[in-house]
């Protein structure tokens, strides 16, 4: 397994934006004191960050215990640490991780630490903050920050497999000083192992240059390590010697996180089809069209490896992240316009009961139906249906009051209470709650989604399978499940609920009621 800790230089060496801003904190209160206060890294005042944190307190018998263990990690990992001792893990990872935190304990320094991850299977290589912290009473209290840095998807290792070009990423490795003097291959596709006469695992396993020495007496590597500290791109055709006759290869190489990728493609035939008939305009035309569609073919895979980072692979919904940036995007653009935006937060009932009893594949199915039903007569590139983790939905509605907002959330309560999917041990009935708040035009994101939650949590409390609007004035009201799909809201209307501007808004198509719908 691979992994480094690092005591130096993590200012420069650490990719997370949240890591570098938590070190340059914990760095400012060190200047202030010797013990650094856990108060200022408690993950309960953190907000969403805590999602990516871990606190170990050590026990009275020598080993630690996880007393917090982020949602983030949760959803990677497969499972919840919280409450249980560092031993648990026993592989490998375990080892390093105590050895991690018994070094920072020892010299009260923090630590930057690399590893591939061997238990988080999309998770190719972590970086991880480990902070040395005092609780008010003295003892000690460590906090740790855990970024993927790299994902491995197994869509992705198939894309660069079918690639006709060898393809590798190479990420630096540096010295103290920050120079950086070898690389390590962090991907690899077939052709490329094939091309350097290795198979993929070996050449994952061997530094750039013991590997390929040619690459440094070509001059190659020194261009390849400007490409990733300039970030300016490289694109070149060179002559390559082999035992028959001398080829052509195009290289072009790209920044890569903390280093760089390559791609090499035999242009032989083309460079000599180049060169007998470069005196036609015909042949210039060719090539050009041979470059734009290369272009072309490099843009939609990128698109589609973009495509990849934004959807939940089980659900085809888009994941969190995709989720609260387009609900940021959709504020901003209501603050400008004066339109009004609202939120809807849904959770499947009972989903526990449904796993237990139908095992996950039943509970996938159900999650799956569930996004269907969800973005049945929804607006195509306006509304967004996001999945938040688990059985945790969020929809978000740009141009649309708190009114209409309500008709959509009966409208789907009634859907998804009236739908079942098919399993070997019976048909899979289930139902939602769902929690409606409208942006009152001047609060924060995560205060608009604290509020459509509290409304979904008196909705499950008032005994689930309804939808509760949280009118802004810490007023929560609960509809009869059995009744009109559309609410008015009472009082003065908040700035973006409903709106009187005339044209700030299409008109979305009308809803059906839930009384309409068919019941189950």
């Given at each position: ?189 077939q052709r490329a192992a094939d091309w350097n006469g290795q198979t993929v695992e070996a ?209 789907m309560r009634a859907l998804l209470a009236g739908a079942d999917v098919e399993h070997v ?77 005339q044209g700030t808004a299409p008109r979305r198509p009308r809803r059906a009621t839930a ?6």
């Amino acid at each position: 397994m691979y992994r480094e800790m690092f005591d130096k230089g993590i200012e420069w060496r650490a990719h997370a934006h949240s890591i570098r801003r938590l070190y340059g904190n914990w760095l400012a209160l060190r200047e202030q004191a010797r013990a650094v206060p856990f108060a200022e890294f408690d993950p309960a005042t953190l907000g969403p960050i805590a999602d990516d944190m871990i606190v170990f307190r050590p026990t009275a018998d020598g080993d630690m215990i996880y007393s917090h263990y982020g949602r983030a990690l949760v959803e990677r990992v497969g499972t919840d640490m919280t409450g249980k001792l560092s031993t648990r893990i026993l592989e490998t990872v375990g080892a390093f991780f105590r050895d991690c935190n018994n070094r920072v304990l020892a010299t009260d320094e923090p630590l930057l630490t690399l590893h591939r991850s061997a238990i988080a299977g999309q998770v190719h290589l972590w970086e991880r903050l480990v902070l040395p912290c005092r609780d008010p009473s003295g003892e000690p209290v460590i906090v740790i920050i855990a970024k993927p840095r790299q994902f491995r998807d197994d869509l992705l290792s198939a894309v660069l497999d079918a690639s006709l070009d060898a393809i590798v990423a190479v990420r630096l490795v540096r010295d103290d000083a920050g120079i950086p003097v070898d690389g390590e291959f962090v991907a690899v596709n077939q052709r490329a192992a094939d091309w350097n006469g290795q198979t993929v695992e070996a050449m994952l396993q061997a530094p750039v240059l013991t590997l390929c020495p040619g690459l440094a007496e070509s001059g190659l590597w020194t261009r390849f390590v400007d490409v990733a500290l300039t970030r300016q791109p490289l694109q070149l055709v060179t002559r390559y010697a082999c035992a028959d006759a001398d080829r052509w290869i195009e290289i072009a190489c790209v920044p890569f996180g903390d280093g760089f990728m390559v791609t090499k493609a035999d242009v032989t035939e083309r460079k000599n089809a180049e060169d007998a008939m470069r005196q036609t305009q015909a042949e210039y035309a060719q090539a050009n069209a041979a470059l734009k569609a290369e272009i072309r073919r490099r843009q939609a895979l990128e698109e589609e490896l973009s495509q990849l980072a934004t959807r939940d692979s089980l659900t085809g919904a888009l994941n969190r992240r995709a989720t609260t940036e387009g609900l940021r995007d959709a504020l901003a653009r209501s603050a400008r316009y004066a339109h009004p935006v609202s939120v809807i937060t849904m959770d499947l009932d009972h989903f526990k009961h449904i796993n237990d009893r139908f095992g996950h594949a039943g509970g996938d199915a159900v999650l799956r139906r569930t996004v269907g039903l969800l973005t049945h007569g929804l607006r195509e590139d306006v509304d967004l249906v996001g999945r938040f983790g688990g059985e945790e939905f969020v929809l978000v509605l740009p141009h649309v009051g708190v009114g209409e907002a309500v008709g959509v959330a009966s409208r789907m309560r009634a859907l998804l209470a009236g739908a079942d999917v098919e399993h070997v041990d019976g048909p899979i009935s289930f139902s939602g709650s769902f929690g409606v708040a409208a942006w009152d035009g001047r609060e924060t994101m995560d205060r608009l989604l604290s509020r459509a939650d509290a409304a979904l949590y008196r909705a499950k409390a008032a005994g689930r399978n309804r939808v509760a609007l949280d009118e802004g004035y810490g007023e929560i009201h609960v509809l009869d499940p059995g009744g009109e799909a559309t609410l008015q809201p009472s009082g003065e209307a908040p700035p973006f609920m409903p709106t009187t501007r005339q044209g700030t808004a299409p008109r979305r198509p009308r809803r059906a009621t839930a009384s309409a719908l068919p019941q189950r």
